[in-house]
């Protein structure tokens, strides 16, 4: 779906809600509450229903992301193509540049999309790469010509990728040729990582690829597992450079639309690219699985409540 696409199939918000109603439905209505057929259209308001056997009245909106929304569908959909369409990501700013809605609207929205992304089910198998990633600026002065070579600036930069460091872990798991998943863990544990294996991961159907860092040691109990040196090529065509790969257009694109970004939201973010990534060879089915998708209530992350400290700034 594209622009042109969407405002001509969508440029109403009563088009809009006939496509939600179908797409939800299909053509018995049922209560959003109790899931009654029992339910009758109300003469109110076009759109809404009223239901015989709890009393109350709904509209198709009731239970999903665009539920008391102010703005309207047909702009909502618009967001969405924008949002959807931007492989590397689109700042709300950039949204309303080219929409004409309001910057903080554009904001809400684009949050919201990002909640209705989230993947109800991971289940990763096969050749499987994982890894961790740092997200933050380094408080360390920069390196430069003067720096002595017993400078403890030397010293940070010796801790390979930040691991030691105060900037935030992302750890991912990477089908090879297939999906992704990443996750924000404070403690890279060996408990925390294997929690996050077995969460996401068909263990008796895969081999997990990983380097030698000592908290994936203990993977072998779980999973066929192979460790390889960072920055080795290959052990027998085996290597972590998807995932090295998939960091970099996580990081890449952060920098280039959101420029920075606080711990608070880097989640809804994270959630944004693994979506993208994992859709990348079907684009065109997306905007109809994604709208399908917000149309259902769990609404983990609408309610999400950050914790830890929300005023620390990620840079990619
Ligand atoms: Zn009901």
Same mark, same amino acid.
């Given at each position: 779906m594209n622009l042109k696409q969407v405002q001509k199939k969508f440029g109403t918000h009563e088009k809009c809600v006939s496509y939600l109603e179908k797409l939800r439905w299909g053509k018995t209505v049922r209560c959003?509450?109790? &899931? *009654?057929?029992r339910v009758i259209k109300a $003469? *109110? &308001? $076009?759109?809404r229903y009223k239901c015989y056997d709890c009393n109350k009245s709904f509209s %198709?909106? %009731?239970? +999903?992301?665009?539920? @008391? *929304? $102010?703005? /309207?569908l047909n702009d909502w959909f618009l967001i969405t193509v924008l949002v959807l369409n931007a492989k590397m990501g689109i700042s709300s700013k950039a949204i309303s540049r080219q929409t004409g809605i309001p910057l903080k609207t554009c904001w809400l929205t684009s949050m919201k999309i990002r909640c209705a992304m989230i993947d109800k089910k991971t289940e990763l198998h096969g050749v499987l790469q994982m890894d961790e990633s740092y997200f933050g600026s380094s408080p360390e002065k920069k390196i430069t010509k003067n720096t002595p070579l017993n400078s403890p600036v030397l010293s940070t930069v010796y801790e390979k990728r930040g691991r030691g460091t105060k900037k935030t872990a992302v750890v991912g798991i990477v089908e090879t040729g297939g999906s992704v998943k990443t996750k924000i863990i404070d403690k890279l544990t060996t408990r925390n990582l294997m929690a996050m294996l077995k969460k996401y991961v068909k263990t008796d159907e895969s081999v997990l690829v990983t380097d030698g860092?000592? *908290?994936?040691? /203990?993977?072998d109990e779980a999973i066929e597992h192979i460790t390889v040196k960072h920055k &080795? $090529?290959?052990k027998g065509g085996l290597n972590t450079n998807t995932i090295e790969g998939y960091w970099s257009i996580i990081k890449n694109g952060i920098k280039g639309n959101y420029r920075a970004l606080s711990k608070k939201y880097l989640p809804f973010y994270l959630v944004e690219y693994d979506y993208k990534y994992n859709r990348r060879n079907k684009t065109q089915a997306m905007f109809e699985e994604f709208i399908a998708n917000a149309l +259902? @209530? &769990?609404s983990c992350m609408l309610n999400y409540k950050p914790i830890g400290d929300t005023k620390e700034v990620i840079y990619g």
């Open positions: 959003a509450y109790c &899931e *009654s057929t $003469k *109110s &308001e $076009k759109g %198709v909106l %009731v239970g +999903t992301i665009f539920q @008391d *929304s $102010k703005l /309207k860092f000592r *908290s994936y040691a /203990k993977m &080795e $090529k290959t +259902t @209530d &769990e």
